[in-house]
Each structure stands twice: as structure tokens, then as C-alpha cells.
């Protein structure tokens, strides 16, 4: 089954973290992965660890024989992320400190199961452990 992926911003995500999180029963894995904004100038995150992650995620959840959902929460541009005040450093479900960030959600316990930090999420072996998580 191919994977399914959804977008979110920080403004709309409460409502599609809800949906996200009512279809996730349907699923073998379901991912929330924290990424940088794309710069308009370039069309290219402005966050160089995105850059260089997203391709190598895609791959492995492309190539998962299990039904995957993700959903790719944009934390926003680059001062918009950098502020300490920002909802996804704060929120308790996720305390991000960095992007990207891989997650994968335990709709059970509607809690994170396990993560990918953003100077791993690019490593293959390590997405693959955490699919099999």
C-alpha cells in the first residue's frame, strides 16, 4: 500500500492532528515528521538536516510493505522555529528541540513511541528500526 501523507502548519494542526490521529487504527505505523518550511526564494527548506533527510525518509516509508501514514507538521520559517516560545517546543506530547524529527505515534496510548532526532532521522538503519518500533 502506498504511504499516505497529510500537511500541517502550526496554525491548522490541531485539527488535522485530529484526523490524523482517528484514522491511525487503519494503519501499521503512523509518523508525524517536524520539518522546516521550504524558503520561497529557493523551493528548498531552509534547514539543511531537512534537506538532506527528507529524501532518505520518503525512500523507506515508500518502500514499507506496511500501510503508513504521515503527517508533515511545518514548524514554520526560520525565525518563526528559532523562537522558545514556539507550540512544538512547549507541547508536551512532542518537546522538539530540533527539525527534521521522525515520530512515530502510538494511537493507543495517544503518545509517542519513538523518535528520530534531527541528527539522525537520515540514517537508514535507524528509520527502519524505528518503523519496526
Wanted: include cysteine; glycine fraction near 2%.
Amino acid at each position: 500500500m502506498p504511504m499516505k501523507s497529510v500537511d500541517a502548519t502550526v496554525s491548522g494542526f490541531d485539527s488535522v492532528f485530529e484526523k490524523f490521529r482517528s484514522d491511525a487504527p487503519n494503519n501499521k505505523a503512523n509518523l508525524i515528521l517536524f520539518l522546516a518550511d521550504k524558503d520561497p526564494s529557493t523551493s528548498l527548506s531552509w534547514c539543511p538536516d531537512c534537506v538532506r533527510a527528507e529524501p532518505v525518509i520518503y525512500k523507506k516509508l515508500e518502500a514499507s510493505a506496511d500501510d503508513v501514514a504521515v503527517l508533515r507538521a511545518y514548524v514554520g520559517d526560520r525565525p518563526t522555529w528559532r523562537n522558545p516560545q514556539h507550540p512544538w517546543r512547549l507541547d508536551s506530547r512532542f518537546k522538539l528541540t530540533g527539525v527534521p524529527t521522525l515520530v512515530r505515534w502510538d494511537w493507543q496510548n495517544d503518545a509517542v513511541k519513538a523518535r528520530l532526532e534531527d541528527h539522525e532521522a537520515h540514517l537508514e538503519h535507524k528509520i527502519d528500526a524505528l518503523l519496526s518500533a
